[in-house]
């Protein structure tokens, strides 16, 4: 059974659609930059000064075209970047093509549902059937609220992670009904929650076993959205329409002990 309700339909044909003019929507690079932002102040000794420190592999779920993790790969060891939509992949693939990209970017069209996944990369490149890779940070930037069972998807991240690796995972925040209008109703396939509640977050996370686990507001950001569903048509206001609302986003930090 999938665990985040993205099977091929709803969330996976929207995506793909919107893959080859993802990068074109200014609201979505500002977004990916204040992420990365808040990501470096949570975890600054992973990005730290000292040169003789191991740079950390990094998996981002839901990498999309790949917005965070070029930002994040020149501090890097390995960054695997994973998306259900194959064309975010593609987009993300055709970027790398370019000798100016980090080279260090792993890019894969799967749904992650288990840690041993076999097209993983290995732990060991020379037992490529062996345990898969394991992460020292894992983020993921405006995608839990796509997933309908949130508390399974961090279950496999935590399976994902080495000893003492955390998770450090961006999102809007549910701060109550008014925040379903951060999608237009022609974007609402694929939805699951309209942002992640705090309290809810910090439970599941929890539940799932990690430590020193805090869900925070780091940022918030002015959004078009509709005066009414369906105000825009395919989602795309025209001159004049909306009204200018601001989101917060959270944070949400926890380590695998
Ligand atoms: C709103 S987009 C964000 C993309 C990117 N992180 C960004 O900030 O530009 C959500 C992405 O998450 C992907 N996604 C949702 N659930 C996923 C899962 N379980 N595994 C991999 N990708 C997933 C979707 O295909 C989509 O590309």
Same mark, same amino acid.
């Given at each position: 059974m999938s665990a985040s309700n993205l099977e091929p339909g709803a969330g996976n044909d929207r995506f793909n659609a919107e893959a080859a003019t993802w990068d074109s929507n200014p609201f979505v690079r500002a977004r990916s930059l204040e992420a990365w932002k808040a990501i470096q102040a949570r975890v600054p000794a992973l990005f730290g000064a000292d040169s003789a420190q191991a740079k950390p592999d990094v998996l981002d779920i839901g990498c999309g075209t790949? &917005? &965070? *993790?070029? !930002?994040? @790969?020149?501090? @890097?060891?390995? /960054?695997? @970047?994973? #998306?259900?939509? !194959? +064309?975010?992949?593609?987009? &993300? *693939? *055709? =970027? &790398?093509?370019?000798? *100016?990209?980090?080279?260090?970017?792993?890019? /894969? @069209?799967?749904l992650l549902e288990d840690p041993e996944d076999e097209r993983l990369p290995p732990a060991d490149e020379a037992a490529p059937h062996g345990p898969r890779l394991k992460y020292d940070l894992i983020i993921s930037n405006l995608v839990l609220h796509h997933i309908k069972d949130v508390k399974s998807v961090l279950t496999t991240m935590f399976g994902c992670l080495k000893q003492g690796g955390v998770v450090a /995972?961006? #999102?809007?925040e549910d701060f109550g009904p008014e925040a379903k209008r951060f999608h237009p109703e022609a974007k609402m396939a694929g939805v699951?929650?309209? +942002?992640?509640?705090? !309290?809810?977050?910090? +439970? /599941?996370?929890? =539940?799932v076993g990690f430590k020193d686990f805090k869900v925070e507001v780091e940022w918030e950001h002015p959004k078009l959205v509709e005066k009414y569903p369906g105000e825009f048509k395919n989602g795309k206001p025209a001159a004049g329409q909306g009204d200018l609302m601001t989101f917060t986003y959270v944070l949400c930090f926890g380590?695998? !002990?």
């Open positions: 790949g &917005l &965070l *993790s070029l !930002e994040v @790969a020149p501090f @890097a060891n390995r /960054l695997v @970047a994973i #998306d259900a939509a !194959e +064309g975010m992949i593609r987009v &993300l *693939s *055709s =970027k &790398l093509e370019s000798p *100016s990209t980090p080279q260090n970017i792993h890019p /894969l @069209a799967i /995972l961006t #999102d809007f699951e929650h309209h +942002g992640i509640g705090r !309290e809810w977050m910090a +439970g /599941l996370m929890k =539940k380590r695998r !002990e």
